[in-house]
Every structure is written in C-alpha cells, then in structure tokens.
C-alpha cells in the first residue's frame, strides 16, 4: 500500500456497508418502499440466499480476488504473526476507522474521535486470511437521528426494527451481492454469518467520493453537519446534491458519471436495482484507480415485487442526482 492508502482507508470501510444511513439520502422513504412488500421481498430473498448457498456446499460461492481489497499483512498486527480470525477495527459513522489492537493505530486511526451509529455494526475484521467489512444488522438505536438535529420517527424505529429482526436487509444485501459477485467494481461476499445477522465483504483500499467531495475542507460527514444549523436544515436530496456540486468543484471525481451509468447497466443485467444512491457508497481504489459500488441493502431484486416501478426510481434517483 502506499503512503496514501492508510489515511484512504480511514474513510473506505466506513462508507463500505452501510455508514450513511443519516448522510444524506432520504433513505427513510426507500425503506418504506422496501418494507411495503416485507413478507414477499423477505420469502424471494432468503430462498434465493439458502438456494445459493446450499448449492455452493453450504458456504459462500466463490469468487474472485478483488484487485483494489485491502491485503492482511499491511496491517501491523497481521504482520507480526496474528493471523487469526478477529475484530481489526470499528467504523464510525462517518466512515472513520479506530483500531481495536494499538499496534495497528497508524494504519487505522485518522480522528481522535468517534460518531457513534444509530444502526447496523461495522469493522474491519480478519476471516479466513481475508481483510474484509463485518456488516452487522441491527435496528435502530433508541434517540437515533437522521442528520443534524432531525430525530427518526417512532413508527419508522419500529419498521426497522421488525424487518432488521425478520432478516430482510441481511437477506437482501446477500442476494443482491450474490448476483453481482463476478463484476470486477462489486467487493465480493466472502462470509454470511446467519446467528448474528452479519455480512463479510472485501475491504476496499480507496477514497469515496463522499470523501473526496470533503477534500477541500468544506463540510460534508455528520459531525460537521452537526455543527452547522443551515446544512442541517437541509433535506436529503439537497445535502446529496450539494455534495455532488462540492465533487465536481473540487475536479477530484475523475469521469464518475460514465463509470456510474456503465456499472448501472451490468447491475441491472444481473437483476439489482440498487435505490440507496449517493457518494458515499461509491469508492475510487487505491490500486487500480477503478470505482467501485458498494452498499445494496436498499435495493429491488427482480425477482421481488416493484421491479419495474423501482427500476424506474433507480434511474430518476440517477437523473437527479448525477444527471444521467
């Protein structure tokens, strides 16, 4: 890895899986578009992730290396000899990174404080010499909040709750991931563990472009949302657009609107409508300068209700948002 990555991957495993749920996009109103259909969304899911399963020997299938994935021995602990399977790290809210061995806090750490997560479990972990994201699936925390000062409504704690309980994301994200795990821009899906409702991913090395939307000092994580009255006023889509407006200024994005309309046609080829669209869930590798896509627990199967109708709210997310 070179003298960039550590302070890259800071903010990679975080964004990877799940660490925007408050970042931004109105994910809220996506979820209750997801949960509409709970049961049935629930059934195709899970009977596509066991078929999967079962067929691979009871494990994973099998996929192919990640060029841009994080490799165990340039984390100092792995180095020196600890090799087994075990927590590295956790990821903040903001995608920040807080080793959980001090020997490895010059590869992690890059703030000296944490925002906590008002859902989900996210770390670095060690899983069969692999380098991957560990995704717990967990409700919402009592006195959660979206953004800034806004609290999550009582109805829409209980939502998640119930479905987080059921295994809908767990299932969900795992047969989207499943479907898209020969595309060299997805982190593949290494582990499912179905006890703890917790997802193993590849861990991406890289910058997201949320991170890079920041790279000029403007405010854009939560913490600094926070601290600003007039951006946490704003609503979702405006916070998302506003970020995407701070990327283009700051000329570090690269050409990521091609690249996001060319990964969207070879996702929906493969039956995924991903709908929880921002930059936070976009990452430019370290490696190989490839972006990568990550992030489908709030995503259409079609195998599942809404296809058609939500495949068309794929696209106008993208028409707003990046204007393709």
Known sequence: ??????????????????????AGTPVPALLRRL???????????????????????????????????????EIPS???????DRLLAEIDQDGFAFAEDPIDRPFFDRRAHRRR???????????????????QFRPLRLG????????????????????????????NEAAA??????????????????ADRAIYVDCVAGD???????????????????GDTALAQLTGAELDRREVALLDAAGTGGDFRREIAAMTREINARGVA?????LGNFIRGSATGRLHWIDFEVSRLSSQPRWDEDLALQNEILQGLFGL
């Open 208 to 226: 997201s472009l949320r991170h890079l939307a920041a790279s000029r000092g403007a405010p854009v994580h939560d913490h600094d949302l926070a």
């Open 1 to 22: 890895m070179n003298d960039k990555a550590p302070e890259s991957l800071g903010f990679v495993v975080g964004e990877a899986l799940g660490a925007g749920y408050l």
């Open 35 to 73: 949960t509409g259909d709970g049961l049935l969304n629930l059934f195709y899911a899970r009977a596509e992730v066991e078929a999967r399963v079962r067929n691979a020997g009871g494990a994973v299938p099998s996929a192919p290396a990640l060029d841009d994935a994080v490799r165990p021995d």
């Open 117 to 135: 997560r008002p859902q989900n479990a996210v770390h670095v972990a060690l899983v069969d010499g692999r380098v991957c994201v560990r995704k």
């Open 274 to 278: 991903p709908l929880d669209i921002k």
């Open 144 to 171: 959660a909040r979206r953004w800034g000062t806004r609290s999550v409504p009582p109805m829409e704690w209980v939502r998640r709750k119930l479905w987080t309980s059921a295994g809908l994301f767990l299932y």
């Open 177 to 194: 991931l499943l479907r898209l795990h020969d595309l060299p821009f997805i982190p593949k899906l290494r582990r499912i563990d179905f």
């Open 78 to 84: 792995v180095a020196r000899g600890r090799r087994e």
